[in-house]
């Protein structure tokens, strides 16, 4: 399907703007046509999917090495059960799902030269992965310049889209925010935010202070590590001295492992000093010990205890392809978006970026989390904001639900005191 510039309605304005790249892509040709084209919309990109045959290729593009292999594996894992799935079903407009494997490195730089690879030289159809957000950022310009579509499954910190991503775990207002409101709700007066030192945290931090100044909440500290430090001795004797009522953790990684021994170690309970966490699903529970995280919390949008029919029939396909591996929010959502992917071009009946990009807004999926829909102006999904407790069995029991999937407001355009936080124009 040719591009052209019909159809705007089903874009939003913010995908109708030029994104600026970077100067070594743009010296690869990359310009703008005319007729109100977009960055990708060149020769230079021009698609080498072939889709002749009676297959498609994918790109699953994960950590499997690295300080972030720890959560990136089980969501690589998850991909590959709902492609063997869906093969089995009969594939996507009669093609089999053909995956080309790709290791992240748990590096920025080589998430963007792997995306550029299976773009340009696999000639993938789309590429399902990423968790951190410095990996999605050094991904975003690639994608962008090559008009390809990237599945994005982690909760990030909101205050971005793009045309050529769809971004299936929570946004902002259905993961963190909902996150301060349960502890505001608790009597929780004041805060300590531990973070590791990238985009995610240290923006997620900044919606947090300013929530906190517009409820009351005083922020008696603020600390970063490295990414894969594994040294918290200072930050957790600083956490104990101002003695917060709790602590935000935005760790990534097996950082997490470091800290909540440390923490635990030194003497500091749920009890006492609660953590709620927003990066610690079940896999990294097993990796921690449940005996250290008991009683601590996690602001998810799916746990492995969801009572769902859907979500029975996951878990018990889950663990019969990986046995004794839980599941867990991040391979839910990148489960959910194959899934997604697949509705939507079998509703564009074709494969085409654009065809995929205009045909998005509204496809839904009754994921194991519950049923999750593509709002096509900002290619985020709805959903179901939960706050879990961490139980002796190294699951995680909802102690609290949203009444209805919330949502995607990446911008946070409906939240008087985020003002400060919004780029100029985001929210007209």
């Known amino acids: 399907m040719p591009d052209s510039c019909a159809n705007p309605r089903q874009r939003s304005r913010r995908f109708q703007r030029f994104v600026a790249l970077p100067t070594a892509v743009a010296a690869a040709g990359l310009v703008l046509a005319g007729c109100g084209s977009k960055a990708g919309d060149s020769e230079a990109s021009k698609s080498c999917v072939d889709t002749s045959g009676d297959t498609v290729k994918v790109g699953v593009l994960n950590s499997t090495s690295g300080t972030m292999a720890i959560s990136e594996v089980t969501v690589r894992d998850s991909i590959l059960l709902a492609i063997d799935q869906i093969n089995a079903s009969g594939g996507v407009l009669g093609k089999k799902i053909e995956p080309v494997r790709e290791d992240g490195q748990s590096e920025p730089k080589v998430?963007?030269?792997?995306?550029?690879?299976?773009?340009?030289?696999?000639?993938?159809?789309a590429v399902f992965g990423g968790w951190t957000s410095s990996s999605r950022k050094a991904m975003k310009p690639v994608f962008?310049?090559?008009?390809?579509?990237l599945y994005y499954p982690v909760q990030y910190e909101g205050l971005e889209d793009s045309k050529n991503i769809f971004y299936t775990g929570a946004t902002t207002n259905q993961q963190i925010i909902p996150g301060l409101d349960y502890l505001k709700e608790k009597g929780v007066k004041s805060l300590y935010l531990v973070g590791s030192d990238y985009v995610f945290p240290q923006t997620a931090n900044r919606e947090i202070k300013a929530y906190a100044a517009a409820n009351g909440i005083e922020i008696k500290g603020e600390d970063y590590a490295p990414l894969g430090s594994t040294a918290f001795g200072t930050i957790v004797d600083k956490v104990r001295e101002k003695d917060a009522d709790a602590v935000f953790n935005t760790l990534n990684g097996d950082s997490n492992v470091a800290f909540f021994n440390e923490y635990n170690n030194k003497g500091l309970k749920a009890a006492d000093m609660p953590v709620i966490s927003v990066s610690i699903a079940e896999e990294e529970v097993a990796a921690i010990g449940a005996p250290v995280l008991q009683g601590q919390l996690a602001a998810w949008n799916y746990y492995q205890t969801v009572d769902t029919p859907a979500n029975k029939s996951f878990v018990t396909a889950y663990q019969a392809k990986y046995p004794g591996k839980p599941t867990s929010d991040p391979m839910e959502a990148a489960y959910a978006s194959v899934y997604l992917w697949k509705a939507t071009v079998e509703k564009a009946k074709s494969f085409d970026v654009k065809a995929i990009q205009d045909n998005a807004d509204g496809v839904s999926f009754d994921a194991p989390e519950g049923k999750v829909t593509i709002d096509g102006s900002n290619h985020h999904i709805t959903k179901t904001a939960l706050i879990g407790e961490i139980k002796p069995d190294g699951l995680i029991y909802t102690v609290w639900a949203s009444p209805a999937p919330i949502k995607p407001d990446p911008y946070l355009c409906s939240y008087e005191w985020a003002k400060s936080l919004q780029d100029s124009g985001s929210c007209k």
């Open 111 to 125: 998430f963007a030269e792997k995306a550029e690879k299976l773009i340009s030289s696999d000639c993938v159809a």
């Open 144 to 149: 962008e310049g090559k008009n390809s579509l």
